[in-house]
């Protein structure tokens, strides 16, 4: 690459995938009943390359303590203790608007929730919220190129289930980089598909084609031998020649007629045989010489 082409690649906007945690907002008055920050959690992203380039994390104190709870029902969950010492919204926020504002926003079901919640917070506080130069909803586009073949698409945890990449643990930064990883994946399997499409389909399970003429399995082998045996058994009763598969022998013991070598005669004419060595034999028995029985034998059958 020359160094125009690096000095392309250095000013394109880079992607920034965040995550927020925050408490559910209670009927009964608990944290104003509504929604506070308890975590954000972010990864700067090289657009090309898909490498993170920078990291932040950190625990939110809310302006009301009571909003978090006592207990967690996950077990790496955010509970009162965790976010009792630390900084508040405001105290972090510079951080914050650093690493968004002027990037690409990414995340899941981010339009909906996280960027409204940032919006939010900054406006709580008195300040402008970071701007985005655009964004990528991964929920959105997930659901439209990728189908619902994993499940509920709103939840990540389907998502990397799916995938085989671990328990989702809903914390920020661990996350953010679970859902990088859901679309390296769902990328890869649609390109997959995308130079396949005849034969990989999107949400459904084919079977890769079988019984060409090019290639055919023992089975196969068998039941085509089956239809010329009785093609050609409809179509003369002079003489009967079924090709067997090599590598299977015929078997002595099978009740289905599936081979048969040659006759050196007309079928019809198998009554006429059997009374000729009838009296061949009877001669035979007369001279009592074995000689003539064989030379007998021979002008029988030419």
């Not at 130069?133 to 990397?160: C, E, H, P, Y």
């Not at 040659?262 to 019809?268: E, I, N, S, T, V």
């Not at 001669?283 to 029988?300: K, V």
Request: net charge positive; with cysteine; glycine share 8%.
């Amino acid at each position: 690459m020359n160094q125009e082409g690096n000095v392309a690649a250095s000013s394109a906007p880079q992607i920034v995938f965040f995550d927020l945690e925050t408490n559910v907002p209670s009927r009964c008055g608990s944290g104003g009943g509504r929604f506070h920050v308890l975590e954000f959690g972010a990864i700067v992203v090289c657009p090309r390359k898909l490498v993170e380039l920078e990291s932040y994390a950190t625990l939110i104190r809310p302006s009301d303590l009571s909003a978090a709870s006592v207990r967690s029902s996950r077990p790496e969950g955010i509970t009162r203790a965790a976010v009792a010492g630390a900084p508040t919204f405001e105290q972090v926020a510079d951080r914050i608007y650093a690493m968004l504002n002027g990037r690409i926003w990414a995340g899941h079901n981010i339009q909906r929730f996280d960027m409204v919640r940032i919006k939010e917070a900054f406006a709580e506080i008195g300040r402008p919220a970071p701007l985005p130069v655009g964004s990528i909803d991964s929920l959105g586009v997930l659901t439209q190129r990728f189908g619902r073949r994993a499940g509920n698409m709103k939840v990540m945890a389907t998502l990397a289930e799916y995938f085989g990449l671990g328990q989702q643990k809903h914390r920020s930064l661990d996350d953010v980089r679970m859902n990088l990883e859901v679309l390296k994946h769902c990328a890869t399997v649609l390109f997959l598909e995308s130079s396949l499409p005849s034969v990989l389909s999107h949400g459904a399970h084919r079977e890769w084609p079988v019984g060409s003429s090019t290639v055919v399995t023992r089975s196969r082998s068998s039941q085509l031998i089956n239809e010329r045996f009785h093609n050609s058994s409809n179509c003369s009763n002079n003489v009967l020649t079924v090709p067997t598969p090599r590598k299977s022998p015929p078997s002595a013991t099978s009740s289905s007629l599936t081979y048969q070598r040659p006759l050196p005669y007309a079928r019809g004419s198998f009554g006429k045989v059997t009374e000729g060595v009838k009296n061949l034999l009877c001669r035979a028995q007369e001279t009592r010489s074995i000689t003539r029985l064989l030379r007998h034998s021979q002008s029988l059958f030419r």
